[in-house]
């Protein structure tokens, strides 16, 4: 158990935290209980630059950086964003703002940015990183996206499918830049589905002038369950910027709705001086609009409105509902992305058809006000809903930008990704607010877990035995004491705080309080120099009642200067007789949060420079001055999931057609996902490191003497589902294998036959035979000298002669290719 001063911020500490002789402070030492708010430090931040709905980019596959006079000229020159009327990412100076001016970026290595990387979110294959939908079988994803640079610009449409939500396919582009009318970028668009199943898909160009206008477009073959050609249409641009709306405060269409006039009606976000607003226009064919004379909302003081979305929710059921439904049990959403503060708001309120207008239910809570209503009250900007017609439910994406430097992000030659697409409903138990969840597909990827039931006394941090914390789902409930609650809410000297208490401006989760904070802390190392805590925080309020706030901290997750670590979140609703519970889902640098069953949202951007691979791990804590809390939660270690390069030799027509990592490798040079287990079988045996794309973790294989290594790595193996081992051969100084050399061979002969038994077993995963489970090929594998891979077999002609036949190999996995790929 760990003293609460590990909780205090790195900077406050005089030694460096990793050289400390371990000695702390008394965590049960007598603390006055909190009378005032701890006005703390607020780290300012402003999100990223503008890109339509979703937004992710990647420079080049081997990461490799602008040189500085282009990074130099990118400063002082007003960007093609700037110039285009979108924003930018402006993160760069903000974390000046809490230091020196003049101090030097973070030195960051290869190691660390390349777990940055996440494991199961969506994010393209290079570059740049807009509607969704769900079409005869595949859901696809198309998303603003910059094939011939790192940085915004040359915008056109990337395209992938999924038929799941979380494995993916990457095609072809969908549309290009390639006409007077998007010449500067095909932005954003949202796709409507007419009664026939046609599509029709509207979307924002910036003309060769930069004015932004909206342009249709449609696939070119309706039968084609991939949609991979769409044909623009040839009396685009559909709509101008009408009279009082200048040229580049003009778009995002929303997915059409039917009137009950029958026709088609839309809404695109736009301003008039501060005022933000959504203008309305009713169609019958998508190639000419009627302006209607209201407009459906709008908000003095809020800005730019962006990325609007309309729809309609359900006030008595929990299923999503068709952008057209209407009626007595509906009420119907709006939401913006404020321009101005990067910020998606949203507002529960009442449509009428007749005149195209919406008015919310608590003006004092609307759209793009500081009282206002969020989804995430983290990192999470420029999101979209669409209706999945297949399983009876509204989804909702967020792009995630980055908190780092635009300098570390062309270092590690990627930024941004999508969060975990999120089923959204109106709370029936509150009526006031919507409920965001993680898609259910989500669990296919869970691994093992482990269930734990804690009491956590005040000032106490405990750590949770999971292994490397690095990827991770975590649902948990917690209680506090009732002798606690009763002995604070009788305390006259415990002064009310919930009026004037607030996540950001606080102090965080080291200001201790009466009841709380208390949650887990991730994305943390032993000695918990670097930490992210998710934590609830309850307060007593002028009217004796209590008011819980659900909060993420960043504010010590980082050694590095140049990244922005703002503490986020808001109150969240809890009624009588519920518990207190959180959903936490880690992957690499990204947390999301769901406080009270997704009333409350948190998405942050992390990221550590010590807890990274198997030195990640999570800790329970509770801060608070008298309260104990109990905790019982479960944590499963998370899968990987797919994301393929596409291939125009084979596209395929589902997940389960797509080959391993072996194949999809010698078939494309450039592929770096799938799952290699890589294996120093030299001097040392009791080294491993599992890699996910990116990612390398490094794990522990010999955990007690007596294990065979070729079992364990076997167990290893099947647990993590690996396609393929890559063995490494010890090598002298000046290049030659070494007399280890033969003895490797020798294992890892031995480990192939083994494998390929084993890998004939079902999958309880896929329940199918499982081509990841065998190990189809051996490599050679010289990181420092950066060869190429070579196939190495065993000297025994007996063990070639079964690794050759008894090898599994799968017949869907493009068996035509099978002998062009693997030569003995």
């Known amino acids: 158990m760990a003293s609460t001063d590990a909780l205090l911020p790195i900077s406050a500490r005089e030694e460096d935290p990793l050289l400390s002789d371990g000695s702390r402070s008394d965590p049960n030492s007598e603390t006055p209980l909190r009378r005032r708010p701890f006005k703390g430090l607020l780290a300012v931040s402003f999100g990223l630059l503008f890109i339509a709905f979703y937004v992710a980019l990647i420079a080049t596959h081997d990461g490799s950086r602008s040189d500085d006079a282009k990074i130099d000229e990118t400063e002082t020159t007003m960007s093609r964003a700037r110039l285009a009327g979108v924003s930018e990412k402006s993160n760069d100076q903000l974390w000046k703002l809490s230091g020196d001016r003049n101090a030097a970026a973070f030195a960051w290595n290869n190691s660390m940015l390349s777990w940055q990387r996440t494991a199961f979110h969506f994010q393209p294959e290079q570059n740049w990183m807009n509607g969704p939908l769900f079409y005869k079988g595949w859901y696809h994803f198309f998303y603003q996206y910059n094939p011939n640079a790192a940085v915004w610009g040359d915008i056109v449409w990337g395209h992938s499918v999924s038929k799941d939500l979380i494995h993916w396919v990457h095609l072809p582009l969908a549309m290009v830049a390639d006409q007077w009318y998007d010449a500067n970028g095909v932005w954003t668009g949202s796709a409507t589905i007419l009664p026939d199943g046609s599509i029709v898909m509207l979307y924002t160009g910036s003309t060769d002038k930069s004015v ?27 709509l101008v910027p009408p009279p009082g709306i200048l040229p580049k405060d003009f778009r995002d269409p929303t997915t059409a709705w039917k009137t009950s006039a029958g026709k088609w009606r839309i809404t695109i976000g736009s301003k008039i001086n501060r005022t933000g607003i959504s203008l309305v226009y009713d169609t019958t064919d998508f190639k000419t609009f009627e302006k209607l004379d209201t407009l459906l909302h709008r908000v003095p003081n809020t800005g730019m409105w962006e990325c609007v979305d309309f729809y309609p929710v359900s006030k008595t059921a929990v299923n999503g509902l068709d952008t057209s439904v209407n009626g007595p049990d509906v009420k119907h959403i709006v939401k913006a992305s404020m321009d101005d503060t990067r910020i998606d708001h949203y507002a529960v309120g009442t449509y009428f058809d007749s005149n195209g207008t919406w008015i919310p239910d608590d003006p004092t809570i609307d759209v793009g006000i500081s009282t206002s209503l969020r989804y995430d009250y983290g990192k999470f900007y420029a999101s979209k809903t669409f209706y999945d017609q297949n399983k009876g439910r509204r989804i909702l994406w967020g792009w995630i930008g980055e908190s780092d430097s635009e300098y570390a ?3 590690k030659g990627w930024s941004s990704l999508q969060g975990i697409p999120r089923t959204v409903v109106l709370d029936t138990k509150t009526g006031k607010n919507l409920v965001q969840w993680p898609v259910e597909e989500i669990k296919s990827l869970r691994l093992s877990s482990k269930k734990f039931d804690i009491e956590v006394g005040p000032g106490s941090v405990v750590p949770v035995d999971v292994g490397s914390a690095a990827q991770l789902d975590i649902e948990a409930e917690f209680e506090i004491k009732k002798e606690s609650l009763d002995k604070i809410l009788g305390d006259a000297s415990v002064m009310a705080e919930a009026e004037e208490f607030s996540c950001q401006t606080n102090g965080g989760s080291t200001v201790r309080g009466a009841l709380g904070p208390f949650g887990f802390l991730v994305l943390t190392d032993d000695k918990l120099s670097e930490q992210t805590p998710v934590y609830f925080y309850v307060a007593k309020g002028k009217d004796s009642k209590l008011k819980t706030f659900f909060c ?40 999301e949060a769901f406080g009270q069953g997704g009333r409350t949202c948190i998405t942050s951007r992390v990221y550590p420079t010590k807890a990274i691979y198997g030195a990640t791990k999570l800790f329970l804590f509770n801060n608070a001055i008298d309260a104990a809390v109990t905790a019982s939660f479960k944590v499963w270690q998370m899968n990987s999931a797919f994301i393929h390069p596409y291939s125009e030799d084979a596209v395929p027509t589902s997940i389960d057609e797509i080959p391993p990592n ?30 996910k794309g990116y990612t390398v973790r490094p794990l522990t294989v010999l955990k007690s003497r007596g294990q065979k290594l070729e079992t364990r790595l076997l ?60 190990v189809i090929l051996l490599e050679r594998y010289f990181s420092t000298q950066g060869l190429g891979t070579e196939i190495i077999l065993p000297k025994s002609l007996d063990l070639q002669e079964k690794i050759k036949k008894g090898a599994f190999v799968d017949p869907d996995f493009f068996p035509e290719k099978l002998e062009e790929n693997y030569t003995f």
């Open 212 to 238: 932004q206008v909206q342009n249709l477009a449609y696939p070119e073959d309706p039968n084609d369950p991939l949609l991979l050609k769409w044909v623009k249409f040839s009396g685009n641009p559909v």
């Open 409 to 411: 992000d062309v270092q």
């Open 552 to 591: 993420t901290d960043t504010s010590r997750s980082s050694f590095a200067n140049d990244v922005v670590k703002p503490i986020y979140g808001s109150s969240v609703p809890v009624l009588k007789g519920e518990k207190l519970t959180m959903r936490i889902l880690v992957d690499h640098s990204i947390v």
């Open 662 to 691: 072996a194949v999809r490798r010698k078939i494309d040079s450039n592929w770096r996902g799938g799952f290699s287990l890589g294996v120093d079988l030299g001097l040392s045996r009791t080294g491993i490191a599992i890699s």
């Open 715 to 774: 167990e290893i193996a099947e647990e993590e589902e690996v396609d393929e081992f890559i063995i490494g051969l010890p090598r002298s100084s000046d290049g030659k294998e070494t007399i280890q050399s033969n003895k490797v061979r020798s294992v890892a002969g031995r480990l192939a036959v083994q494998a390929a038994e084993r890998g004939l077993k079902k999958s309880e995963r896929q329940n199918r035979e499982d081509a990841y489970a065998a």
